[in-house]
C-alpha cells in the first residue's frame, strides 16, 4: 500500500504535466475548413468606428499543404501577392512569410486570431504596432472574410448582408457593402 500511493502520485503529475504541456492544435476538420479561396470583404480597425468596406480583388488562398497565398490587383493591372507557410493551434493561425512584395516581411511571423462563422466567413484579427507606412498604429483590426465558391457567387451579397447585419454596425455602411 504504501509503495501504491508514490506510484499513484507520480502517474498523477506525469499526466497533468503531459496534458497542460501540449499545444493546442485544431482539429483536421476545422483545419479543413479552411482551405479553399477566400476574399477580404470588410474591415475594423479598433480605433475607429464600425466596419468598413475593402476595395473587391483582395483574396488569400490556403491550401491543405500548409501553404497560404495572398494577391491583389492594382487598377494599372498589376498583380501584388504574398505567400508562405501557415500553421494552426486551436483559434491561432499563424502565416510565415517567405515571399512578399514588401521584403522587409519576408520571414516574419504573422499571428492572427481565427473565427470561423457559418460555411462562408473568417474573422482574421490581429495587433498592428506600426503600419506599412511606418506609423506607430497600436491597434487591433480585424478582417471578414468570405469564401469563394462559383456557385455562390449570385448570392454572396445576401450572406455577406446577413453576417453583417448580426454585427452593431451602421446600416448605410451595410447597404453600402453589399451593392
Partial sequence: MKATIPILLLLLSMALAIGCGSPRHATKGQAARLYGLWEVKAIHNSDEPGYSETPPGMFKMIFPDGHFMNFMSTKEGAIITVDGTYRLEGDLYTEEIVHSFNKSQEGKQNPLQLKLSQQHFMYLRWFQPIDEF????????????????????????????QELRSLPVNEEVIEKMVE
Avoid: K, P, T
Fill in 134 to 161: 511606418g506609423v506607430v498604429r497600436n491597434r487591433w483590426i480585424e478582417e471578414i472574410w468570405q469564401r469563394v465558391r462559383i456557385e455562390d457567387l449570385e448570392v454572396s451579397n445576401v450572406d455577406l448582408l
